[in-house]
């Protein structure tokens, strides 16, 4: 077979393939769509919801629908971005949801009357549920999950009147739960604000819990539970630790990373079996009065309340932060006595040296202190800080004997009010010699195309010797 016979039939499959390829994105004719809109294809939510199959998307459009509606089939049900308003007439739930890998994002959810059963969203006995980014109103249980298995419930707001009680709700509540996960949500002017009970390694991540009654409540039987790096501020209560009638299981439910800032009242223990640390951290309490003479961010003596006990109270409130460098996602944490209203990575005037930059609110008089963890690609040794633009001789800096080969800690103080700090660094060889890469690809490709040019000139050379006349 000769040369060009051979690239037609390169040609020709590479053909077929895209053609099985685009066949693929082509709808069939008569096949049904993958989505149905209200009001356009049905005039209610739940008719759509009734119409639709398993796997089916329902949008429904901006404005206010009088309802209350069950799904129990797998859907995804996207509201407009909080204008599409479900209202529930004081009458009861307004999304009950009984099927697995359901979706429920984009909603208003207001009115369901005050009655122990009812709520704004209700997931029973379904696994694998998604409840983001949702504003829930004037409900009795906010978002209740009940017998969930691997469920999120995730960038939700959710409130209710400020005044009076009983007429507040209850926040985000998970019944006899196993690895679901509530991350990322606000939650304010409820009875309690998040709440565990019966709960089985799930996870709470990343919550402002504020103005409510309690804070984090957690109900016996609750086993291996992390609460981590919420924000719990200005509530009456920490929170409680409660043992229900007959069930006192209460086994390694971990705190750690939490910010508990200005609670008028500690935990409301009743019950033993909580850990207060994750080994070598524990939370911040504005309530602890202890020193840090060691310097490293953590309380000298543990922070007692009651019969619970964290061992390493951090100093200062503690944050993660999510920079990019090179394409990939590095995290930065700092626990620090100031207010960061921003965190970026950046190069500096100095070609040779980038900066971790803190954009921060401080109270002036005061003596600021930060204890920055991050990656080693993202600053080079040495290290200097300036604060507003300059570095001053009061300020300290040390590196802390938890650095190591992929991960640095530094600690540093600064007397006075600040307004941008910069935690700077020399470049790492990566940032330095971004062009070095380059040149190895270029010399590879260069390489191959010599070589494939030899082997190409080498091939004629030898067919115009067999065929020289």
Same mark, same amino acid.
């Given at each position: %077979? *000769?040369?060009? !016979?051979?690239?037609? =039939?390169?040609?020709?499959?590479?053909?077929?393939? =895209?053609?099985?390829?685009?066949?693929? /994105?082509?709808?069939?004719? #008569? +096949?049904?769509?993958?989505?149905?809109?209200?009001? &356009?294809?049905?005039?209610?939510?739940?008719?759509?919801?009734?119409?639709?199959? !398993?796997?089916?998307?329902?949008?429904?459009?901006?404005?206010?629908?009088?309802?209350?509606?069950?799904?129990?089939?797998?859907?995804?049900?996207?509201?407009?971005?909080? +204008?599409?308003?479900? &209202? @529930?007439?004081? %009458? #009861? *739930?307004?999304i009950r949801v009984t099927a697995d890998n359901v979706m429920i994002t984009g909603f208003k959810l207001q009115n369901s009357g005050w009655k122990w059963g009812r709520a704004g969203v209700e997931v029973y006995d379904a696994d694998i549920c998604v409840i983001e980014d949702n504003f829930v109103y004037l409900t009795c249980h906010q978002i209740r999950l009940v017998q969930s298995q691997g469920s999120k419930v995730v960038s939700n707001v959710v409130s209710a009147p400020s005044k009076p009680f009983p007429q507040s709700a209850y926040g985000i509540r998970l019944e006899n739960c196993t690895d679901c996960l509530v991350i990322d949500n606000e939650i304010s002017n409820n009875i309690g604000g998040i709440h565990l009970e019966g709960t089985v390694n799930c996870t709470v991540r990343k919550n402002y819990v504020s103005q409510n009654s309690q804070g984090i409540r957690l109900y016996s039987p609750c086993i291996n539970n992390k609460i981590v790096g919420n924000t719990v501020f200005n509530n009456t209560n920490d929170g409680m630790l409660v043992a229900l009638p007959n069930n006192t299981t209460f086994l390694q439910n971990t705190f750690y990373h939490n910010n508990f800032i200005n609670n008028s009242q500690p935990f409301i223990g009743e019950i033993a079996g909580c850990v207060w640390d994750n080994g070598y951290e524990g939370n911040y309490w504005t309530a602890y009065q202890g020193q840090d003479n060691s310097r490293d961010g953590i309380g000298d003596t543990p922070y007692v309340f009651g019969e619970e006990r964290d061992r390493y109270p951090l100093m200062g409130r503690h944050g993660e932060y999510q920079v990019s460098h090179h394409e990939r996602t590095c995290e930065v944490e700092?626990?620090?006595?100031?207010?960061?209203?921003?965190?970026?990575? $950046?190069?500096?005037? &100095?070609? $040779?040296?980038?900066?971790?930059?803190?954009?921060?609110?401080?109270?002036?008089?005061? *003596?600021?202190?930060?204890?920055? *963890?991050?990656?080693?690609?993202?600053? @080079?040794?040495?290290?200097?800080? /300036?604060?507003? #633009?300059?570095? $001053?001789?009061?300020?300290?800096?040390?590196?802390?004997?938890? !650095?190591?080969?992929?991960?640095?800690?530094?600690?540093?103080?600064?007397?006075?009010?600040?307004?941008?700090? %910069? =935690?700077? @660094?020399?470049s790492t060889? +990566?940032?330095?010699?971004?062009?070095?890469?380059?040149?190895?690809?270029?010399?590879?490709l260069g390489t191959g195309l010599a070589i494939a040019v030899l082997i190409l000139w080498r091939g004629r050379r030898k067919h115009a010797k067999e065929h020289r006349p």
């Open positions: %077979m *000769t040369r060009l !016979s051979k690239g037609l =039939l390169f040609a020709l499959g590479l053909l077929v393939f =895209l053609a099985s390829q685009i066949s693929d /994105e082509i709808p069939v004719c #008569g +096949e049904r769509p993958l989505s149905v809109s209200v009001p &356009d294809d049905y005039p209610t939510i739940q008719s759509a919801i009734n119409n639709a199959v !398993s796997g089916d998307t329902v949008f429904v459009s901006a404005g206010l629908y009088y309802e209350r509606v069950t799904v129990n089939k797998t859907l995804t049900l996207v509201g407009d971005n909080w +204008e599409t308003v479900l &209202d @529930g007439s004081s %009458m #009861g *739930t307004l700092l626990i620090c006595d100031f207010v960061v209203l921003d965190l970026h990575y $950046n190069k500096t005037n &100095d070609s $040779n040296s980038t900066a971790i930059t803190l954009k921060i609110e401080s109270e002036a008089g005061n *003596t600021l202190f930060c204890r920055a *963890t991050f990656p080693a690609e993202l600053l @080079g040794r040495p290290y200097s800080v /300036e604060v507003d #633009g300059s570095r $001053n001789p009061d300020t300290m800096l040390n590196e802390l004997s938890r !650095s190591n080969s992929t991960h640095v800690v530094l600690y540093f103080t600064h007397s006075g009010s600040a307004h941008t700090i %910069m =935690l700077i @660094g020399a060889a +990566e940032d330095q010699s971004p062009i070095i890469p380059y040149l190895v690809i270029a010399a590879v």
